[in-house]
């Protein structure tokens, strides 16, 4: 024990006493000790209020994982049987990876185009701002309502087929939603298209930090466009591309309103996500025992996601 | 070096290119929503309506039952208003007290809320469901105000928190020194010191809020008041392929948030920029 060799040290003592006596928050102390203001029971209601919407009711919701509870009336405790089922069903598989599908080519997607228009913009731009407010104009509409305006552009009758066959290429034109193998698609370009300026602010923040000499100096000794981007902005803005990363792909993972709108999950399951099968499993199929499994399934692929991530930014020294 | 060049105008050039390919999607809900019945399969998707006309608009505004959209209107601006109160009123007061507390039970206290933040709603939904059922708490306005409140309390709070780590106790000190009580401090100095925190927290709770559309389809099933996100669903669910008037009420579910983004645009994007850096 530290406390034991070196006796009535400050060090050893002042850590000790902010952890355990109760806050004597009059007296201002200085910075990073026991200081304290504010009465700790303040943030009571707030603890509360999480505690029983979040944690309370998903607790509940993960023990039913392990039943075969329909919704209403009695259950049986199953153990792992849920979760078995979820592995021998192609549909939830298949869902699962639809899910990591959508998350990862709709982060990289759109924060390569973020990136791209942050750095287009970046810079001496006359109207930046206006252009800047432009695409970020689809981040602010609900899900609901962008889906809808995809949907029918994607329609049989709608614009995209129209053009297609203007420009000669009609026979290319085909119901894009209805289609097994390019509805998938169509739900990824309208998730790119919703967070592309999301990431462009977040990209444009971060590259409102790099100095405009540090870039000059580097031009200067002679490293071109490519060596300038890849040795000095990239390194300045790997705080920008974390976060938004991060965002993107928890915010991927849960994916649901845009294809209940668009596909709702169809044709044949082509388009299903964890969220889409939990809520049909839970709400409308009556199997809510596995529907809690497979939320379960999808929290758990979430928080891994989510540590990996803050791990991957820890590592960068200069955070 | 950084000077405008012809470089730089053929940037901004291509720039507005692809601005305009990256909105064509407005130009056919526009479009499209003018256009009446008898032009919707006669005229080219592309093509703009030939005698335009509001006659859509003017149907769903006058719309009723379930997909009675001007009390969508008014119910969605209650909710929305009421959570961010709560959000503000709970978020500001719990966040300054775990980032100020030193103890070892507000580092939990912290981790317990940003944990909240990505566990998937879609797992507590059904007991959350009963539970608020029970309380009497469905199918009415403050109901989902508690609701959202709780839901997007651990976003808001964390949004709070960090504002304060990166924020001296020196006015603090000071106040307390002239003799302010606690919640004096708090109300007098402190809160107004959160505004750009308060403005982010607006912000999120605002466009989720007023955007979401699973909770208010869940939580209020079956009663008179829905939000706008419902009535539309409900509204569009009764036609099928009538692109003209699902456009129309998609506009008119549009306008409020946009109107409002092209009018505090700035304070938007700071919000977004500003308020994630963690």
Do not use: C
């Amino acid at each position: 024990m530290t406390a034991t060799m070196q006796p009535k040290s400050e060090a050893a003592e002042a850590p000790r006493r902010g952890r355990r006596t109760p806050g004597a928050g009059q007296n201002a102390r200085s910075r990073g000790r026991g200081l304290e203001f504010g009465h700790w029971w303040w943030a009571l209601p707030g603890i509360a209020l999480v505690f029983a919407i979040h944690y309370v009711a998903t607790g509940i919701g993960g023990f039913f994982a392990f039943t075969n509870w329909t919704g209403i009336g009695s259950f049986k405790i199953t153990g792992w049987a849920n979760f078995e089922a979820i592995f021998k069903d192609p549909t939830k598989v298949g869902a699962l990876s639809n899910t990591l599908f959508l998350a990862f080519g709709s982060v990289l997607l759109g924060n390569i185009a973020g990136l791209v228009i942050a750095l287009g913009l970046n810079r001496v731009l006359k109207t930046r701002y206006i252009l800047r407010t432009l695409f970020f104009m689809p981040v602010v509409l609900s899900p609901l309502a962008t889906a809808y305006i995809w949907k029918y552009i994607f329609d049989f009758d709608g614009p995209l087929n129209a053009f297609l066959k203007a420009i000669g290429a009609g026979d290319q034109a085909k119901p894009w939603l209805a289609d097994p193998q390019w509805a998938i698609w169509t739900v990824l370009v309208v998730l790119v298209w919703s967070s592309t300026g999301f990431a462009m602010v977040i990209f444009m923040a971060g590259l409102a930090g790099v100095p405009a000499e540090v870039e000059e100096a580097a031009a200067i000794d002679g490293a071109n466009l490519w060596q300038r981007f890849r040795n000095v902005t990239l390194p300045a803005i790997r705080p920008a591309v974390a976060i938004a990363t991060t965002l993107g792909i928890v915010q991927g993972l849960r994916v649901f309103d845009p294809i209940m709108a668009l596909t709702g999950g169809g044709p044949a399951g082509a388009t299903e996500t964890l969220a889409t099968q939990v809520y049909k499993q839970a709400f409308a199929l009556g199997n809510f025992g596995g529907g809690a499994a497979l939320a379960l399934v999808l929290a758990a692929i979430i928080l891994i996601f989510a540590v990996l991530q803050q791990r991957l930014t820890r590592s960068n020294p200069e955070d | 070096m950084f000077r405008y060049t012809k470089l730089t105008l053929l940037r901004e050039v291509g720039l507005w290119a692809l601005a305009l390919l990256f909105l064509t999607p407005f130009y056919f809900l526009v479009t499209t929503a003018l256009k009446p019945d008898t032009e919707l399969f006669t005229t080219s998707a592309l093509a703009p309506p030939k005698s335009p006309d509001f006659s859509n608009f003017i149907d769903v505004l006058t719309a009723t039952g379930n997909s009675n959209v001007v009390m969508g209107l008014v119910n969605s601006l209650i909710i929305t208003a009421g959570s961010i109160v709560g959000l503000i009123a709970l978020g500001s007061i719990t966040g300054y007290v775990i980032s100020r507390s030193t103890r070892r039970w507000s580092k939990g206290a912290y981790y317990l809320f940003l944990v909240a933040i990505i566990l998937p709603g879609q797992l507590g939904a059904v007991p959350l469901y009963m539970g608020a059922r029970a309380l009497g708490l469905t199918g009415s306005a403050w109901g989902l105000i508690v609701l959202y409140t709780g839901m997007l309390l651990p976003l808001s709070i964390f949004l709070y928190a960090n504002f304060f780590r990166g924020l001296g106790t020196d006015y603090e000190e000071a106040a307390t020194i002239d003799g302010a009580s606690k919640s004096q401090i708090f109300s007098k100095v402190v809160f107004p010191m959160m505004a750009p925190a308060t403005g982010t927290v607006t912000i999120f709770a605002g466009l989720i809020v007023w955007n979401d559309f699973f909770t208010s389809l869940i939580f209020l099933g079956g009663s008179a008041n829905q939000t706008l996100p419902v009535a539309m669903y409900y509204y569009i669910g009764s036609l099928v392929s009538q692109w003209n008037s699902i456009f129309a009420i998609v506009i008119v579910s549009m306008i409020p948030i946009l109107a409002l983004f092209l009018f505090a645009q700035k304070r938007f994007i700071q919000g977004f920029s500003g308020g994630l850096k963690g």
